[in-house]
C-alpha cells in the first residue's frame, strides 16, 4: 500500500471492521489525539462485509437491549453524524413463534424491552402475514415485532465511520497486520506490525472472530469461537412490499429480508464446525429448503442469483466480552458479540471510547467483562439466530 507507518501512537485499535472504526470514530470525535487503526486487509473485509445487515433492539438481555436501541439512534442520524448515506430501512423486525415456550418467552422480552423505550409488541399470526405477505402461517402462535427496527448496509456504515475518523486525524493502515505486541512487566509497550513497529502505551482489540490471537499477544483471554454462516441473494421476487420486515423463523432460525427486487436469505447450521473457512457449501440447502417449504413456500421456485459465507465469532454465553485487562494496563477489548456486532457497533465505539478516557459509559458492561466465564457470572442471551 506505500503506506508510512508511524512510529509512535497514544493509542493502536486493530481491527478495522464495524467495531474498529466505530471506537476510531468515536475516540477521534472526542478530542484523543494520535489513534492509529491498523487492519490486516482492507476495511469490512471480515465479518462485516458478510453481515446480513440487519439492526435491531428486540433482545432478551437488558444490556443488549440499550446498546440495540442507542446504535439504532445512531443509525438514523448517520446521514448527518458522521455523515454517510448507509441505506437504511427501518422496516421492523419480525420474529414468528411457534411454541408456547417461545411464546412464553417473547412475551417477557418484549416487556422488558418496552421498559427500555423500545416499541416492540406481540401481534397475531394474521398481522405477521400482512407485514410479511410470503408466509405461510401454519403453526404459527404468535409473532414479536418492533417497527423501528430493520436493515442497512455494513460496508458503508464502515466507510462513513473511516471517513469519519480520518476527519478527526486518525491514521488508517490497511494491509498491516499485528505479529506482535511488546510488554515490560505491566506496561505495553510497542505494537509490531508486518509494515513496522508502533510504539504505544495502549492497544484496543476489535479483532472480531480472530480476537483470541491478538488476547495471547498480552496473556488475555478472549474466549471467542469463530463459526461459519452463508447467506444467499435471490432473483427478483414479485409482490414484495417496499416494507416488507426482516422477518425470522425463531424455530429453525430462517430468515429474509428485501435486497433489491429479491431478498437475502439465510440460516444457522448447528452441524458447521468451528474455524476460519467461508468457503460456500450446499450442504445447508436442504436444511434451508425445508424451513422455506414450513414457513414460507411461496419462496421455493425463486432462483438464486449468489451469496456468501462470513463468520460469527461466538461466546460461550452469545454475549459480547467488551472491557479492559488488569493486567497488562491498557489492554482494551471489544469482541464476541455472536452475530450482534454490526448492530451494535454504534453504541460500543461509545462504551470504548468512555473506557478509554476512564468516563462511565451510558450503560455498565461491567457484566460483560473477559472473566465471567471463569467467575461464574456468564449471561447468556437467547434471542440469537
Known sequence: MGQEVPASAGVVIVGGGIIGTSIAYHLGRAGVSDVVLVERDTLAAGST?????????????????????????????????????????????????????QVAAFEANVALQNGFGVPSRMIDPDEARRLSPVLSV????????????????????????????????????????????????????AVVTSAGRIASPAVICAAGAWSPRIGELVGVDLPVVPLRRQIVVTEPVTGLPPDLPMTIDFDTSFY????????LVGMSDPDVAPGYDITM???????????????????????????????????????AIIGEATSPSRFLYATGFSGHGFLQGPAVGEVVRDLYLGREPFVDIGPLHA???????????ANVV
Open 49 to 101: 462485509s458478510r453481515a446480513a445487515g440487519g439492526v435491531r433492539a428486540q433482545f432478551s438481555d437488558e444490556l443488549n437491549i440499550q446498546l440495540g436501541a442507542r446504535s439504532l439512534a445512531a443509525f438514523a442520524r448517520f446521514g448527518e453524524e458522521p455523515g454517510f448515506d448507509i441505506g437504511l430501512h427501518r422496516v421492523g423486525y419480525l420474529f414468528l413463534l411457534s411454541t408456547v415456550e
Open 138 to 189: 401454519d403453526g404459527l402462535r404468535a409473532a414479536a415485532f418492533s417497527p423501528e427496527d430493520g436493515h442497512c448496509t455494513p460496508e458503508a456504515v464502515v466507510q462513513g465511520y473511516a471517513a469519519g475518523a480520518r476527519r478527526c486525524g486518525v491514521r488508517i493502515l490497511r494491509q498491516c497486520e499485528v505479529t506482535g505486541i511488546e510488554v515490560r512487566g505491566e506496561t505495553i509497550e
Open 256 to 263: 429474509f429480508h428485501r435486497e433489491g427486487r429479491g431478498l
Open 281 to 319: 457449501t450446499d450442504d445447508w440447502i436442504p436444511r434451508l429448503h425445508d424451513a422455506m417449504a414450513h414457513r414460507a413456500p411461496a419462496l421455493l421456485d425463486v432462483g438464486i442469483t449468489g451469496g456468501w459465507a462470513g463468520l460469527y465469532e461466538i461466546t460461550p454465553d452469545h454475549n
Open 371 to 381: 472473566g465471567r466465564f471463569t467467575d461464574n457470572t456468564a449471561r447468556p442471551e
